[in-house]
């Protein structure tokens, strides 16, 4: 399974961002998927992650303004970011679990996308 995560970029605060998550060689229908970021100097931490049947799951940093979802038809999941604000400056990353829960840990994962650079000036 190969995931390839995109839509990064640099946006003011107050603006928004949607990224992409695109799986190849499996699907995301029947597993959890998350978002996860790692800032410069700190330890990479989850954002948000979509169960198998739909549950949604955010960091309380970014809950009212982070919509994960997914979209069967095209094998994909998708991370919206709304009000963006400097401090959610990092890398993302998408990644994907071979079993049906939510998982905050990250080892928990077992497939990851490369990485999308997002960068909110203030």
């Known amino acids: 399974v190969q995931l390839q995560a995109s839509g990064g970029g640099l946006v003011q605060a107050g603006g928004s961002l949607r990224l992409s998550c695109a799986a190849s060689?499996?699907?995301?229908?029947?597993?959890?998927t998350g978002w996860f970021r790692q800032a410069p100097g700190k330890e990479r931490e989850v954002v948000a992650g979509?169960?198998?049947?739909?549950?949604?799951y955010y960091a309380d940093s970014v809950k009212g303004r982070f919509t994960i979802f997914r979209d069967n038809g095209e094998n994909s999941v998708y991370l919206q970011m709304n009000s963006l604000k400097p401090g959610d400056t990092a890398v993302y990353y998408c990644?994907?679990?071979?079993?049906?829960?939510?998982?905050?840990?990250?080892?928990?994962?077992?497939?990851w996308g490369q990485g999308t650079q997002v960068t909110v000036s203030s």
């Open positions: 060689g499996g699907t995301f229908s029947r597993y959890a």
């Open positions: 990644a994907r679990r071979t079993g049906i829960y939510y998982s905050w840990k990250s080892e928990d994962y077992d497939y």
């Open positions: 979509i169960d198998r049947s739909g549950l949604t």
